[in-house]
Each structure stands twice: as structure tokens, then as C-alpha cells.
């Protein structure tokens, strides 16, 4: 699978961190007019590394 322009690489996961490879596999699908709403847990710490961000659509943390 190429590296997706969505959910980008340089996140903070685990290696093999399934919840990356599925938000990863997600968001493609989903597309680039998708909005992710997310609530706090290890994908949010992971994504979210102040001050980047793996996400490359918009997102909200709720």
C-alpha cells in the first residue's frame, strides 16, 4: 500500500499498531472530504503530537 496523503506517516504509533493501519485504511476509502471526529485515546495521543499533526483532512477532537 502506497503512503497515504490522509493519514500521514511520522505519527507516534507502535510498529504493527493496528489503529493506524485501520485509520489509515479508513480514511482512503472515506476520502479527502471526510471530516474525522475523534475522542481521547491512543489514536488521538498518536495523531496529535503537539505541535504536528498525522492527519492531512481536517480534524476534530471531541
Not at 15 to 27: D, E, F, N
Not at 44 to 51: G, L, M, R
Request: proline content about 5%; charged content about 10%.
Amino acid at each position: 500500500m502506497a503512503n497515504s496523503t490522509l493519514f500521514k506517516p511520522g505519527h507516534t504509533a507502535c510498529a504493527g499498531c493496528g489503529q493506524a493501519t485501520a485509520a489509515r485504511m479508513v480514511i482512503d476509502a472515506a476520502g479527502s472530504s471526510t471530516i474525522v471526529v475523534n475522542n481521547t485515546g491512543c489514536l488521538e495521543v498518536f495523531s496529535t503530537k503537539y505541535p504536528e499533526s498525522a492527519w492531512g483532512i481536517p480534524w476534530i477532537h471531541s
